[in-house]
């Protein structure tokens, strides 16, 4: 294993995915790194450890930041443009199209998959709803790019030769979409960016990017109907706005809020309140890092990610009422956690665990690729074979009988 590419989709900020890029590039620290756009602020490049990406035409299309998303359709065609003959091992971070690298049977490909892309499968018609695309021409035209973005996805899956899941819920969606079996390599959290606190104040926090999907709404509603439990919101998005023109006095909304101040937030909170359904998430583990229990829902990572009644305790269904009641049945029960124990869990997620188990199985890949390209019969030539000991032109022929059987 010589020459390593890493596949990045886009690079617009450094957040959970482009964490798992920054371990990639820490095991292989000689690997070049592959992005459709790059628009990564001079303040979050750190993690590339001065690598400069390469990138598409995308990069010199206009309004790169605001359309960025918009030109979807064309990233498909732009990742197949990219010339990786000259590695021998292709290692892809994947959530909409950076699987789909092309490839030569002399080269291992690996992907790290976050996701298949959630909105051209099981979340179309979430994402339709949300986008106000369920009917109507725009409405049609959205639903046929996603119907060809989700042909291309089921055929650019066979170029893959190993599929990692960042969780066992991402690895069923796999086998869903595509029809192949995953090894699950929880992604990595910096859980000692996080220091435990074991004395807990008053009030719960929720802490996300505001956008639909995370239904922090729900929860803003649910302690609406606890006025008397206090609840902190960290994040921003395009959800701040109705959220704020119509928050409960006990809801403290904060908006975006550096690592440090929302750390100690975090610290202090009676207990972590997560109502997604996250493919992961890396949220609630940096939670149980300051050694704050977790209610979660009980969907998708998070059922790998809590344990119930020891780390925390899930609610069936997103809905305010459900919330309430997980909350209650937290608040009778809060005194029986132990919250030294919330944080050892939180650490079997360190990013040296990730790397390890990352290089571990590339490894393992490499060897069996490696050794059956090498020790592959090689097709014989029938000038050698012994029955045409006198050269090809002595096989018998038998006119009209085109599969060669000879006829009796």
Not at 24 to 44: C, H, K
Not at 212 to 224: G, H, Q, S, T
Not at 382 to 390: I, K, N, S
């Amino acid at each position: 294993m010589k020459n390593v590419a890493i596949i990045h989709e886009w690079l617009t900020t450094y957040a959970g995915s482009e964490r798992v890029v920054e371990q990639m590039l820490r095991e292989y620290p000689e690997s070049d790194v592959f992005a459709v756009a790059d628009i990564l602020p001079d303040n979050e490049r750190e993690f590339l450890q001065g690598k400069t990406p390469n990138t598409t035409f995308i990069q010199k299309l206009p309004f790169l930041k605001k359309l960025l998303r918009h030109y979807l359709p064309l990233m498909p065609m732009a990742v197949e443009q990219w010339d990786l003959s000259g590695y021998d091992v292709i290692l892809s971070s994947n959530h909409a199209v950076a699987k789909g690298v092309i490839c030569g049977p002399d080269q291992l490909h690996v992907s790290y998959v976050h996701t298949p892309i959630r909105y051209a499968w099981d979340f179309q018609a979430q994402y339709l709803r949300e986008s106000n695309l369920t009917w109507g021409i725009r409405s049609m035209l959205t639903r046929s790019i996603l119907h060809y973005i989700r042909l291309w996805d089921k055929v650019s899956s066979s170029r893959v030769d190993a599929y990692v899941a960042n969780s066992h819920f991402i690895a069923r969606r796999i086998q869903k979409c595509y029809g192949r079996t995953a090894k699950v390599i929880h992604p990595p959290v910096d859980v000692d960016a996080f220091t435990p606190t074991y004395e807990k104040e008053d009030y719960y926090i929720a802490a996300s990017r505001l956008v639909p999907y995370k239904r922090v709404d729900l929860i803003v509603e649910a302690f609406r109907k606890m006025p008397d439990r206090k609840l902190v919101v960290v994040g921003d998005g395009p959800m701040f706005k109705s959220l704020k023109a119509n928050c409960p006095a006990n809801v403290e909304l904060l908006g975006y809020l550096k690592h440090d101040r929302m750390s100690k937030l975090m610290q202090g909170a009676k207990a972590f309140v997560f109502a997604a359904e996250e493919d992961f998430g890396i949220t609630p583990v940096e939670a149980q890092a300051c050694a704050t229990p977790v209610i979660a829902y009980g969907r998708g990572g998070s059922l790998e990610t809590v344990v119930d009644g020891v780390t925390g305790c899930f609610f069936a269904e997103q809905t305010p009422d459900s919330i309430v009641a997980a909350v209650e049945t937290f608040e009778r029960q809060h005194g029986h956690y132990d919250l030294s124990s919330i944080r050892r869990h939180a650490e079997g997620f360190r990013p040296e665990r990730f790397r390890k188990e990352l290089s571990d199985f590339i490894a393992a890949e490499w060897a069996k690729f490696d050794g059956h390209r090498r020790h592959q019969p090689h097709h014989q030539d029938p000038v050698a074979d012994p029955q045409f000991a006198d050269g090809p032109d002595q096989r018998p022929v038998v006119i009209g009988d085109p599969l060669g059987m000879t006829l009796s």
